[in-house]
């Protein structure tokens, strides 16, 4: 499902539950040429994962059945013929091969006012045809958009759509129209992009004589461009499905607060919210009108709240996957380990890089050993890492307990504090300026064998980087 679905269907879920209604799932199928086999299990998942829970659905059932498009054929068929009756739509005999009778575009209205007689005689010989709308040619559609305000389109500027199409199948904007209507929907939620139909749609409620719904038509999700421009959401701009974002490491709660925060405002400054609370904060009149633009670093930094919220058994279960440490020797000390990372990545998938330096040391400047708030040189570096060397030889039992009564008598006889001796030493280890953990923890996680490995390297790149220096 595309982030453009999900928050159109979000939002029609908050705005649903924050007025005590009912969200309701359809399964519009009527254009069978665009099916995929299995769309529909991706939908009913979808929601699912995200917490968005219909209350009536082909699924479960409800007074307004059956909920998928392509079982009311006859349904449609019978108001289409109510319309043709009225004069508000008619048959159209044009073939594809000279008037694409399914077209809406194009169109010359050429079967508008054929005879009765002639139109008579073209269904009693069977030829196909489809049902258009009848769009009046003069005068002007107005509704009031509760997003957009007061909206006025010329009929002029409209065409002649098609209702029910050749196969007997209706047209999208005939179909919802009718369910609409016959599900008692009291306000639809939906995308600016249908905006330029809408004027057809409230013309047809007039024609059956129904009152029309409110309609809440959001602004466009745009992407962020290489070049800093931005346009329409769409593959280019990365993973841009509800499916593919989980598949990266994205908690389903973050995704859902940070697809909120895309086109709507809460009357707080509150940014990481759960689902009730934003059903307690939402209201149409904070949509905004122009697009909103999707951001991957203010969704990484909504999800890592909420990974950071996260129970830690929770994490501990969940994020295993994407470690990538079954069966190596981080595995046994995992626990430890998702302990130092709750709170320092954005999405699961970062664990990988987070923490690659504790299966290969990369190549590191000595420069990193210079920090003038711990007053490390390389000439303190090289010597604290010899300490560090001999005592913590001597540690048989390698806990996290007995590494830092070690380090901390260390660092007591040196007459240094804790954070001066183990710069270095988590430099050596790690190679790295930041890590998850400090040097305690890294000691513990590589174990002994590695651990003294990595200190005796850093001494001797040290010593290299020395006789570089004096020659």
Known sequence: MHIGNLRTALFAYLFAKSQNGKFILRIEDTDQGRYVEGSIDVI????????????????????????????????????????VEK????????????????????????????????????????????????IPLEGTTSWNDLVYGEISVDNSTLDD??????????????????????MDITHIIRG???????????????????????????????????????????????????QALVEQGYLP?????????????????????????????????????????????????????????LDPQVFI?????????????????????????????????????????????????????IHKKNKSTLETSAAILGKAVERLSDVEDWSEESLLDAMTSLAGELGLKLGPLTWPVRIALSGLMATPGGAIDILYLLGKEESLKRLSDGIQLISKENLVDEK
């Open 44 to 83: 009913y998942d979808t929601l699912r994962t995200a917490k968005l829970f219909h209350d009536e659905g082909p699924d479960i059932g409800g007074g307004y059945g059956p909920y998928t498009q392509s079982e009311r054929k006859d349904i449609y068929r019978k108001y289409a013929l109510e319309l």
């Open 192 to 242: 600016s992009e249908y905006l330029s139909s809408n004027p057809k749609y409230i013309l047809l409620y007039q024609a059956f004589g129904w009152e029309a719904p409110a309609y809440i038509h959001l602004p466009i999700i745009n992407g962020r461009n290489a070049d800093g421009s931005i346009s329409k959401l769409s593959k280019r701009h990365g993973a841009v499905s509800f």
């Open 253 to 309: 709660e973050g995704i859902i607060n940070y697809i909120a925060l895309l086109g709507w405002s809460p009357k707080s400054e509150q940014e990481i919210f759960s689902m009730d609370e934003l059903i307690a904060q939402f209201s149409v009149a904070g949509v905004h009108k122009s697009p909103a633009v999707f951001d991957y670093q203010k969704l990484g930094w909504v999800n890592g709240q909420h990974i950071t919220m």
């Open 161 to 182: 759509q098609v209702l029910l199409k050749s196969d007997g199948m209706p047209t999208y904007n005939f179909a919802n129209v009718v369910d609409d209507h016959l």
């Open 87 to 134: 004069g508000a739509a008619y048959y159209c005999f044009c073939q594809k091969e000279d008037k694409d009778s399914d077209s809406q575009e194009g169109y010359d209205r050429h079967c508008r006012n054929l005879p009765p007689e002639e139109v008579k005689a073209l269904l009693e010989s069977g030829k196909p045809y489809v049902i258009r709308q009848r």
């Open 317 to 369: 279960r969940d994020a295993f996957p994407f470690a990538g440490i079954r069966g190596t020797f981080l595995e046994p000390k995992w626990q430890k380990l998702a302990s130092l990372l709750q709170s320092r990545i954005t999405k699961y998938s970062d664990i990988p890089e987070k923490i690659a330096f504790l299966f290969r040391l990369p190549e590191y400047s000595t420069g990193l050993y």
